[in-house]
């Protein structure tokens, strides 16, 4: 299994539209958990860490289920800007990456 | 203005080349990582340094090494024992638990 897995996309929604990510991961003992943005050719960039008990800011949220060992990011009000890959991420003793979801937003 | 830069930001060499390229950050971080991307994949750790002198393969070093010999400075060299050395490579940094900070990368082709 792999360590963190992501469905690759593309996600492709109108404008306006609320598009809900899941992300995976295999080691039970991870510690923290993180949301980055990676836009075409860029460094990826922290989007927001991921809370125990979900956690919320602005039209973004993220939610953990530590026994499923699962992660979700729920982006409602779907902006043209929105438009990047969205990275989940894993931490123990580095950070793991996941290969990323690719949210296409059009007009 | 504190940061990662990361130069250049495109690199050509040629086949059988060691290049290095640099990464300096001005966070007053402890930890600095090298990743690799290739495209439509994920980032994969080529090296880690925790500290000043001392740092530790990641999951694909083979054909890379590395040097800290200051805090601010993570060079990777890519030697020639690399066999597929195109690719996004990426610098980032973070203090003990935090957020992880990126550089804007160099792009490294190989002809």
């Known amino acids: 299994r792999k360590e963190v897995e992501q469905d690759p996309g593309p996600f492709n929604v109108p404008e306006g539209a609320t598009v809900a990510f899941n992300c995976t991961y295999s080691n039970s003992a991870s510690q923290s958990f993180f949301w980055y943005r990676q836009d075409c050719r860029k460094e990826p960039k922290l989007l927001m860490s991921?809370?125990?008990s979900g956690n919320e800011d602005g039209r973004f949220t993220a939610q953990l289920n530590r026994a499923s060992q699962y992660i979700s990011l729920l982006i409602r009000d779907s902006k043209l800007s929105d438009s990047a890959t969205y990275l989940c991420?894993?931490?123990?003793?580095?950070?793991?990456f996941g290969k990323g979801t690719m949210l296409l937003v059009s007009p | 203005d504190g940061g990662i830069t990361q130069s250049p930001k495109y690199l050509f060499r040629k086949e059988g080349q060691n290049v290095t390229l640099s990464c300096e950050q001005n966070?007053?971080?402890?930890?600095m990582y090298w990743y690799r991307q290739d495209p439509g994949q994920g980032l994969r750790l080529i090296y880690y340094?925790?500290?000043?002198?001392?740092?530790q393969k990641g999951d694909i070093a083979e054909g890379y090494s590395v040097s800290r010999e200051k805090k601010e400075s993570f060079p990777l060299t890519v030697t020639s024992a690399q066999k597929n050395p195109t690719a996004f490579y990426l610098c980032?940094?973070?203090?003990?638990?935090?957020?992880?900070?990126f550089g804007p990368g160099t792009r490294l082709t190989v002809l």
């Open positions: 980032a940094s973070r203090p003990s638990m935090g957020e992880q900070f």
């Open positions: 340094s925790q500290i000043v002198n001392d740092f």
């Open positions: 966070l007053n971080h402890d930890a």
């Open positions: 991420v894993v931490n123990l003793f580095t950070l793991t």
């Open positions: 991921v809370y125990s």
